[in-house]
C-alpha cells in the first residue's frame, strides 16, 4: 500500500486502533495491582513507591525521544517503543522480585512515553487533515481499551492467575499492534535531520512553564491516575470487597469517560469550554470525595453500601472530567509557537515530574495515614481545576478540544 491509497480517514481509523491496543495494554495489568503487589511481598508505601519509578523511564524518554522521533520518524520508534513495551510487561508480571522488578518498570515507563510521543506525533499530523477534534476522540478510544480490559479482568479474577492472563494479552496486544503500525508505514513522519528543534539543548532552552496548563492537566489527570493504580486496592484492602467486583469503580470511571469524551462536540456547543470544564470539575470531584467520606465513615459497618456510593461518585467524577485533560492537551498546542512534538515533550516533562512526585504523596499519605485519606487528595485537586480553565479559552482549543 502506497501513500496516495491511504486517505487521511483511513489513517484515521488506523489510529483509532493503536490508541484503543494502546489502552488494552498499558492498562491490562492495574486490575492486577493486588496480586502484583502480593506477589512482591510489598506494603501500600513501597508498592507506590516502586510504580512511580515508571516517571523516571517517563522523564528520560522525553528528553530524547522526540529527537529521535526527529532523526528516525515515527514508524521506526513505534516499533521498538512497542516491542520494548510488551516484552518488558511480561517480565514485569512474572518477576517476584522487587529489585528485578525496578529497572523493568524504569525501562517500561521509558517505553510507554515514547511511544505516547510518537504516536500523538503522528495523530496531530493527522488532524491536520481533518476538520474534526480527532484528539479527544482517539484519547476516548484509548480509554474505552482500558475500560474493556478491565471488564475482562473482572471476569477472570480469581479464575486464572494474573500471570496467564497477562502475558495471553501483552502478547496479542504486540502482535496487533505492529500489524497496524506497519499499515501506517506510508503516511508515518518522516525523518528531518535538518532540523534542530528536538535536540536535548533545544528542550531546555525553549522549555516554557505554562502555569495554567501544567497546573489544569495535573489536577485532572492525576484522579485518572489514581484511580488505576489505587482504585481496586482500595475496594479489597480498605473495603474488603472480593473477586472481580473491585474492579467496578474503575470499570465505571473509564466508562464514564468514555462516553464524555465521544461526545466533546455537543458539549462545545451546549457552552464555552472553560465554563464545561468548572462545571465537571466541580461535580465530579464533590462526588468523588462524597464516595471516600462514605466510605470512611461507613465501610466498616456497611462495606457493600459504602462500596456502592464510592463506584457511583467514582462514575460522576469520570463523567465531569472527561473531556478536560485532552482539552488542556490541545489547548498547550494552541498557545505555543513550537511543533506539537516539542509541545508533546514539554507537557511530558513538567506532567511525569509533577505526577512523580504525587504518586509518592499518595502512597506514603496511604502508609501512615490509611489509602481513604490518600484518595482526597486527586478530589481535592479535580475542585482545583476552575483556577485553570482560562487557558481553555485559547483559539485552536476550543475548536478543537
Known amino acids: 500500500m502506497t501513500k496516495k491509497d491511504i486517505t487521511p480517514e483511513l489513517e484515521y481509523k488506523t489510529l483509532t486502533k493503536l490508541f484503543f491496543l494502546f489502552g488494552v495494554g498499558i492498562m491490562s495489568w ?11 511481598g510489598l506494603t501500600n508505601g513501597q508498592f507506590g513507591s516502586i510504580i512511580s519509578m515508571g516517571s523516571v523511564g517517563g522523564f528520560i524518554s522525553l528528553l530524547t525521544v522526540g529527537h529521535i522521533v526527529h532523526k528516525l520518524g515515527t514508524y521506526k520508534v513505534l516499533i521498538a517503543s512497542t516491542c520494548a513495551l510488551y516484552l518488558g510487561f511480561i517480565l514485569l508480571i512474572n518477576t517476584t522480585s522487587s529489585l528485578v522488578f525496578l529497572p523493568i518498570i524504569i525501562a517500561v515507563g521509558f517505553s510507554i512515553s515514547a511511544f505516547h510521543i510518537s504516536v500523538n506525533s503522528q495523530a496531530f499530523d493527522c ?3 481533518i476538520s474534526d477534534p480527532i484528539i479527544v476522540k482517539l484519547h ?15 471476569l477472570l479474577i480469581g479464575r486464572i492467575s494474573a500471570r496467564t492472563q497477562l502475558d495471553v494479552i501483552f502478547s496479542l496486544v504486540l502482535l496487533l499492534s505492529i500489524h497496524y503500525i506497519n499499515k501506517l508505514r506510508p ?6 535531520p535538518e532540523d534542530d528543534h528536538y535536540s536535548i539543548k533545544q528542550v531546555f532552552t525553549s522549555l516554557r512553564f505554562d502555569r495554567l496548563i501544567a497546573g489544569g492537566m495535573i489536577c485532572a489527570i492525576f484522579l485518572e491516575i489514581s484511580m488505576g493504580d489505587w482504585s481496586n486496592i482500595f475496594g479489597r484492602e480498605y473495603l474488603g470487597i472480593t473477586g472481580g467486583l473491585i474492579t467496578l469503580p474503575y470499570i465505571l470511571f473509564m466508562s464514564a469517560m468514555i462516553a464524555g469524551r465521544f461526545q466533546i462536540s455537543r458539549i462545545i456547543n451546549w457552552m464555552p469550554l472553560n465554563r464545561s470544564a468548572n462545571i465537571g470539575a466541580a461535580i465530579g470531584g464533590i462526588f468523588f470525595l462524597l ?13 457493600y453500601w459504602a462500596f456502592g456510593v464510592f463506584s457511583f461518585g467514582c462514575f460522576v467524577a469520570g463523567l465531569g ?7 488542556f492537551f490541545n489547548a498547550a ?5 513550537l511543533p506539537s512534538a516539542v509541545v508533546i515533550g514539554q507537557i511530558g516533562l513538567i506532567n511525569n515530574f509533577l505526577i512523580f512526585c504525587g504518586k509518592w504523596v499518595i502512597a506514603w499519605t496511604a502508609e501512615f495515614t490509611s489509602l481513604a485519606v490518600a484518595l482526597l487528595i486527586p478530589g481535592l ?10 487557558a481553555l479559552l485559547s483559539g485552536s482549543a476550543q475548536s478543537q478540544p
Open 127 to 129: 488532524q491536520t487533515r
Open 321 to 327: 472530567t472527561s473531556f478536560i485533560t485532552p482539552s
Open 30 to 40: 492495574i486490575p492486577r495491582f493486588p496480586d502484583i503487589k502480593a506477589q512482591l
Open 291 to 303: 464516595g471516600v467520606v462514605v466510605s470512611i465513615a461507613f465501610g466498616e459497618t456497611h462495606k
Open 140 to 154: 476516548g478510544l484509548w480509554t474505552l481499551g482500558a475500560v474493556s480490559t478491565g471488564l475482562i479482568s473482572g
Open 333 to 337: 498546542t494552541a498557545r505555543s509557537a
Open 187 to 192: 503516511v508515518s513522519l518522516l525523518p528531518q
Open 381 to 390: 485537586l479535580v475542585l482545583s481545576i476552575p483556577l485553570f480553565s482560562k
